[in-house]
């Protein structure tokens, strides 16, 4: 038996989260959190880590020379870095509206990224 | 002159909803006055997620917290004019504004919301030695640079400061292939949310160096490198640990303050603490009829607040213009022993909601007890296992126990180790 001490980030509170795994680094138990999502973070947290994605990306045609885009879900922490060379190669023609895919599953992750403005 | 029932000046997050709950509650003529060429506010640049968990239970990025408000906003009856600066607020309630289509703009409100936000504080407010090179700036200045005008200020990068916008920047140019070398942060402790440490800094790998600062900067057209140091307690760099890191940027991210410009020529009484207005619950200043929210009142971290705060505001303002008044005195709150500030500073016994008392505290405090007094009687007393000033809290304070307070009793925030 061990324990990890985390910081939920589910939510800009951040309650400090206590995780105990066994010794097949499986999770025993979480506390620490104030509500359940905080409870799934550190258990995916402790075995396949995640983050939501941000970044721009160029828009032909607009007043605005970039618009803002999203992972529409998280996306494998260690693929943050790929993702980013991915997103910086699109270029999209306005008009851009929010929730548009602006590159679909990217690299097969199952996720799309989608703008988070309109341009 | 323009009539209005109300006129909201600044279309930021708090400007936004203070008028959409105002046209809920009823008011008919509702104008309001933005700067900027869209409505918005700072969340416009604020691409990263985090936005909305309380209020909308979705993670949301800045631009589209923002046009969830935008587009109720347009659906309704309000009269916005983008592009307008506001100049002046009279004491009479005339606001006097400037744009490009109407040229100089006078108009006469019932109420007034003052809703401006707030800036950073510039270089010139720290003594850092050296010349003016190019590659100085503010993270609010960078994180426009990146997200609205799509370009990087630079590739090797020092932030001063660990406020949240220097550690989202952290992240932000690091993602775009620049090479983030420290954040330095002057205090013991960091003043940004702990996801943002965590999501920003540790990720990547970045060193965030407590207690410690920039003394010196180099290079003369263009920024070549900076010298830090450690502090002692007293905040002074101690003799011996200068080291130079090379670098072509240097972010500052050391406060916001309140942007009161116009308050104070409205006659509006400020708090020095928070460098923002003093309010009652529905948020209305020491003017009858002027109310505030968001940035302008106090520095928020998490939006969320804002909106619920700045819905307080337009609530108000509506009552204010159905000429209701609440009666039976009131009330002023303190904060004492660790907690430096404590909104709203005034409270209506005759209030007819529960209030929640916002705060933040000036250091980092463990295991102690949080308790609202009045005299000798203890109101609210709650086990807090960790506050810190990067954070604000709050607690709710009955509308029933308010009502049972003697007129023109002071109510004191503090704290007590367990
Ligand atoms: C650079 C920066 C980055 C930030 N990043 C984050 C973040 O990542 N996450 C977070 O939760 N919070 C962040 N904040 C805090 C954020 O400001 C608040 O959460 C929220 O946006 C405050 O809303 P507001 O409406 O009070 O202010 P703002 O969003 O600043 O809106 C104020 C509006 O008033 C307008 N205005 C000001 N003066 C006048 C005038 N004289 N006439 C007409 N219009 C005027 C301005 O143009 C602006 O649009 C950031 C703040 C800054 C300054
Ligand atoms: S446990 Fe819940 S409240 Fe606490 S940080 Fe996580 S999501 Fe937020």
Known sequence: MKTKELICVSCPIGCAVTVTLDDNNEVVSVTGNTCKRGDSYARQECTHPERMLTSTVKVIGSRLPVVPVKSAKPVPKELLLDCMQEINRVTVQAPVHIGDVVLANILNTGVDIVATNNA | ?418
Do not use: W
């Open chain 2, 1 to 418: 002159m323009l009539q209005y029932d109300l006129v909201v000046v600044g279309g930021g997050p708090a400007g936004m909803a203070a008028a959409l709950q105002a046209h809920e509650d009823g008011v008919e003529k509702i104008l309001v006055l933005e700067r900027a060429d869209t409505l918005g506010g700072i969340l416009e640049q604020c691409i990263h997620t985090g936005f909305g968990l309380h209020y909308f239970g979705e993670e949301l990025s800045g631009p589209e917290y923002a046009a969830r408000f935008s587009e109720a906003l347009y659906k309704t009856n309000i009269d916005v004019k983008v592009d307008t600066m506001v100049l002046d607020i009279s004491a009479d309630n005339v606001v006097t504004a400037v744009n490009n289509f109407d040229g100089l703009l006078t108009v006469k409100a019932a109420a007034v919301v003052l809703a401006m936000g707030c800036r950073e504080r510039p270089r010139g407010a720290l003594s850092i030695a050296g010349s003016r090179a190019s590659g100085i700036m503010t993270a609010g200045t960078a994180q426009k640079y990146v997200n609205i005008d799509g370009y990087m200020p630079g590739k090797t990068v020092v932030i001063l400061g660990s406020g949240d916008i220097g550690l989202i920047m952290a992240r932000r140019m690091t993602l775009e292939g620049a090479k983030v070398k420290a954040v330095c942060e002057l205090m013991p402790y960091s003043g940004g949310l702990t996801r943002n440490i965590v999501q920003c800094l540790e990720d990547f790998g970045i060193p965030l160096r407590l207690s410690c600062t920039v003394i010196q900067t180099h290079g003369k057209e263009r920024l070549e490198g900076v010298t830090v140091a450690n502090v002692d307690e007293h905040l002074q760099p101690i003799p011996g640990t200068e080291e130079y890191i090379p670098c072509d940027t240097l972010m500052l991210s050391v406060g916001l303050i309140p942007e009161n410009e116009l308050s104070k020529s409205a006659g509006v009484a400020l708090d020095p603490v928070t460098n923002g207005l003093v309010v009652d619950e529905y948020r209305e200043t020491s003017k009858k009829g002027v109310f505030a929210c968001g940035n302008v009142l106090q520095v928020h971290d998490l939006v969320d607040y804002v909106t619920e705060e700045s819905k307080l505001a337009g609530a108000g303002a509506a009552k204010f213009i159905r000429g209701e008044k609440p009666a039976g005195g009131t009330v002023t709150t303190v904060g004492e022993n660790g907690v430096r500030y404590v909104v709203p500073q005034r409270i209506n016994r005759a209030t007819d909601k529960d209030v929640k008392l916002y705060f933040r505290v000036g250091r980092v405090l463990e295991n102690v007890t949080l308790t609202v007094t009045c005299g000798e009687e203890t109101l609210i007393s709650r086990k807090k296992r960790k506050m810190t000033p990067g954070e604000m809290e709050y607690v709710t304070l009955k509308a029933s126990v308010l009502e049972k307070l003697p007129e023109d009793a002071k109510l004191v925030v503090s704290t007590k180790e367990a």
